[in-house]
């Protein structure tokens, strides 16, 4: 039998917002600080002769991937700025990355971020994710116009209440959790690839 919609108690809502509707920063002062790390996500479609410019380092501006990379760890410092009711944290590590994928057609970015406190950091992830393909656009723009910014996401969390969050965990085991259409996932790091706070070392 149909319950019906659920108490006004016991249906979720915005954390940023109060009551009467306002906006407000969450109050995370009882909240224990643990160690807590997220991962986010950008795809950048270049047309092959773009692409090949910022590979071969010949774009009009320089170095596009190390520029994007250094803009991106820039970003993801200055989220508490950029968001209205993000926390000022502070970071433990940063780690911004852009490879080129021939085969996607396009840059993939990477960000990594860590943090010991009592909110987590899926936002500087995905801001440091967001600047760093906004950078790739700013120094291609003078050669290519059209290139779009896809499937800038949330990719893991770890660390506090809720506990560890998988974007493939989450859409059932089947895969990246991609929508159909959008670029395929890098592979999985290997032995020696840097991380945040870490590096992954041959077991």
Known sequence: MDRGPAPRAERRRLTHVDRTGRPRMVDVSAKPATARRAVAEAFVTLSPETLSLVIDGGAAKGDVLGVAELAGVMGGKRTSELIPLCHPIGLTDLVVSVTPDRAAGGLRIRAEAATTGPTGVEMEALTAASVAALTVYDMVKGVERGVEIQAVRLVSKSGG????????????????????????????????????????RKS
Do not use: K, L, V
């Not at 859409?171 to 159909?180: F, I, K, Q, S, V």
């Open 161 to 200: 209440q809720s506990g560890e969050w998988r974007r493939d965990a989450a859409a059932g085991g089947t895969g990246p959790g991609a929508a159909p259409g959008s670029p395929p996932r890098r592979p999985g790091r290997r032995p020696g690839d840097r991380t945040a706070g870490r590096i992954r």
